[in-house]
């Protein structure tokens, strides 16, 4: 496909106004053909009109054709090829095959929302049939469903161009909820942005949908995402990102003449706990482990493990020796832009600089520029307990090993953490009353708790919880990834004594489309 | 009982070191003893205090217990007797039969949640059994369920002393989640406020609670209100009141370091749209039952109809003139309080002086304090369409009657009202197809529809959605009244590959609580 380098607005191709930006790679710092024209909030405002009149005939599809909708994005996707895989990798700097992982968990996740809707279980139907002759008042019959909440505007991440992007988690959840979406482009991988947002311009016309369910927009910045969440047309927000970023759009978002919510996930060090017991078994692995975690992609994960509490004492310095092994062999790989390069170093030397910190083991620079040295530092609990500097994010592979004496200080370091998206237990079958008593302080704290695993890599499932406390996520009680993330872009809404021919497909007597209700408060399975 | 005048924190009764208040008996606008003592932001600590200590043990009761718990409290309210309903009625001027159905309604939604409890539905049990074999990685096993937020803040409404109160919905499914709650009371109803605090105090200690599962702290208003919500301690926020107050807790909730989510209730005219064949029946009963609807409660209800559409017109003028004949019979009744009766003037008056606005029909004024006239006003479409002051709630007796020339007009004019809690139809068969053609309209718009029925008198089952898109609510994707409630609480959290020993209850294979689950996306219902 040749690219065109301009927004795709409700099927049209339309050339912004407002300067041009362009591609990097960051291997090289070269800019990529070609340049992209960038809209003003002039010409946004026909990408949410579009997506306002698109709404009423797409929030009422037919299950199937809503569910091969899905489909179908995820077979256009597949049929770019390798074009997208070399693209991303170009831009961004991330290897063939963690890119073509990617695109596997991409359109899983397109596929396995086709399959909620096909189910319909997120329609949320509960009836509470009239009761006539109840004393003293008798009951009305009642019916609730869910209905999506309108267009939906998505901002991708840098670091999954793909998974967290154009046709990413949000966006596929949001189609599933019924809701048009218009993607912010992220300028750090446009030509990615262009080719996924093309299969899903020609998904939209294959099944002739309403073109306003979709757009593709480019912009400066800040600017634009700004005018995108302030649109009244706008009902709700999926972000992925920096804390500036997301804070920035929930500030916006709450000043609003009507308040939209924001789903914004934006950052975690994901705290692992290493137990004495954990320490009996085979400790180089668990370094090794710990040291493929925090590197691979970069460590430009937002479940990459920053942090580490291990056992003061010979087994944790053990575990520290063989660390200090595992990454002095690596070399740092190319990250995502020069930007987030210089980021890391910033957080980096934070961390190298801070009062009673010592540097554990440190890689080589990679070959390509922006690929830094990856490096792991080690402080006392008390250091670490004392130094806010020590709780923040570095995004890319460093990360800091913090040694305890007596596992009783782990539940009162575990309260001084901010919200995060995981914590990772590591323990013997020894470990388990200890553990046990630790993991209601990390409820409080994490969206997803692991045992003798490491936080990276997210299933996309039913039972999955990408999310979390306040700042992981802006919302604690959702997931932007897996099935439930559907429930971001729902409301209820019920209908009081409707005659049959009036209630809506799912909420008639005859369940035309065959989903399971919840009646008077208990389950009835569709046939 | 004698009542104390005093906050009950954590089981405890604390003298107010701020000042006191008493309650005002609307009817004759009388000083009511006791004395009620404020508490300073320091004395709120303790209650904020004991609320974080509780929250462990409380959110992890075994189901009866807690199921227990919501049942004693609705024993203990109607062991009050007769003493409650009459210090409520002096307190709010509401009648006794209205207080005694709003028991009814406030016993039967906690012993509802009861049963919600012993369901277990709510904790949201999904279940990805692992995949070892899986290519080209194995599935770790990963199990989600949803977990109380932590302490609660209630702010209870001055126009349901029991229901929307201290032991009311947000008070009831808060404590359903597994949440402590403090409420601040009422201090229009500081007497049914300490009462109901008492049953609520004595069903803690009878279930061998920790204390600080509840408390009731009176204080002078806003500010204690607003620190409140500010507290670190407090994870969520449920409201019902004014827009004003409502927006309010909004931003400092949204401004804390860790924003959190307020659950306000706020405002809304409810909508009703009479169709063309609705006047070919009994037009006086409907005129009737529209009067009483607006007048019941002295018009003091959330869902009270303050706009109706009727088709300009002879039988448009036949319904008119029906109203005008009903209202015209009836007396003004106690409002809550003064402050309510002015503000009910105040937005009484801007109708009646608003351009091109008629008198439809008058009461008279009650022969108490507090009792205003009940008015009905009327007015073309194109004058309520042009004037935003015709959009905003009178709260009390009072509404206006809109003639409409088209029923296509009616789909204009519902897309430039605000969010609103209901919507009504009267309807024949005859009007279901332009009917059909609105409904999509109202969808964007409330978050009940019904059809030949008045709003008011909210039914409290599985299927009500008593909620709204801003600014009926703060969340359009929650409900107040009904089981749904429970979801503000909630949040989900995946345990990942934990052994069956570390598993929480309702997680584990041998499912112990014996709750229903989602096992790789599908149903599986408990034995």
Request: glycine residues 10%.
């Amino acid at each position: 496909m040749t690219l065109q380098g301009h927004s795709l607005i409700a099927g049209e191709t339309v050339t912004g106004t407002s300067g041009t930006t362009y591609g990097i790679n960051p291997a090289t710092n070269e800019q990529l053909e070609p340049a992209y024209t960038l809209i003003s909030e002039q010409q946004l405002k026909a990408a949410t009109d579009a997506a306002t009149d698109a709404f009423d005939s797409f929030s009422t599809l037919e299950p199937e054709q809503h569910a091969r909708f899905l489909d179908a994005i995820a077979e256009n996707i597949d049929a770019i090829g390798d074009e997208l895989i070399e693209r991303a990798s170009t831009e961004t700097g991330l290897g063939a095959d963690r890119l073509r992982g990617e695109r596997a968990r991409t359109t899983g996740q397109l596929r396995l929302f086709a399959d909620v809707v096909r189910r319909g279980d997120f329609r949320g139907v509960r009836i509470d049939p009239a009761l006539p002759d109840r004393a003293p008042l008798p009951r009305a019959d009642i019916r609730q469903r869910q209905i999506p909440l309108g267009p939906v505007a998505v901002f991708g991440a840098s670091n999954f161009p793909l998974a967290f992007s154009v046709a990413g988690g949000d966006t596929a959840s949001a189609f599933a909820a019924g809701c048009p979406v218009i993607v912010k482009a992220h300028n750090a991988h446009p030509g990615t942005a262009e080719l996924v947002g093309q299969a899903i311009v020609n998904a939209v016309r294959d099944l002739d949908l309403h073109p306003g369910v979709f757009s593709l927009i480019y912009g400066s910045g800040a600017s634009i995402g700004q005018a995108l969440v302030a649109d009244p047309a706008i009902k709700a927000v999926g972000f992925t990102g920096s804390r500036g970023g997301g804070t920035a759009l929930m500030r916006t978002a709450a000043a609003r003449p009507e308040p939209i919510p924001v789903y914004a996930e934006m950052s975690s060090i994901n705290p692992v706990y290493v137990f004495p017991g954990a320490l009996n078994g085979d400790v180089e692995t668990l370094a090794q482990q710990y040291v493929a975690s925090v590197t691979g992609s970069s460590g430009q994960l937002c479940t990459s493990p920053g942090l580490v509490f291990v056992p003061a004492g010979e087994a944790g310095d053990q575990f520290t020796a063989a660390v200090t092994e595992a990454v002095t062999q690596l070399s740092g790989q190319t990250m995502l832009s020069g930007g987030i390069a210089s980021a890391w170093e910033h957080g980096h030397n934070a961390l190298e600089s801070a009062a009673d910190v010592e540097l554990i083991g440190r890689g080589k620079g990679g070959p390509t520029a922006n690929a830094p040295a990856p490096a792991v530092f080690g402080a006392d609990l008390d250091v670490f307990t004392t130094n806010p500097v020590l709780h923040e994010e570095v995004f890319g592979a460093a990360s800091l090993v913090v040694r305890y004496k007596g596992v009783e200080d782990l539940i009162e370091a575990t309260r001084l953490l901010e919200g995060q998206l995981t914590a990772s237990l590591h323990v013997a079958e020894e470990d388990y009353p200890v553990a046990s008593g630790l993991i209601p302080a990390l409820e409080r704290k994490v969206g997803r708790i692991l045992i003798n695993g490491w936080p990276t890599g997210v299933e996309v499932g039913h039972a999955m919880v990408h999310g979390g406390p306040y700042p992981a996520t802006s919302d604690s009680k959702t997931t932007s990834v897996g099935t439930l993330a559907i429930n971001r872009f729902l409301r209820p809404v019920a209908y009081q004594n409707f005659p049959e021919q009036l209630r809506p497909a799912p909420l008639q007597d005859a369940n035309p489309w065959n989903v399971n209700r919840l009646v008077d408060g208990k389950p009835e399975q569709a046939g």
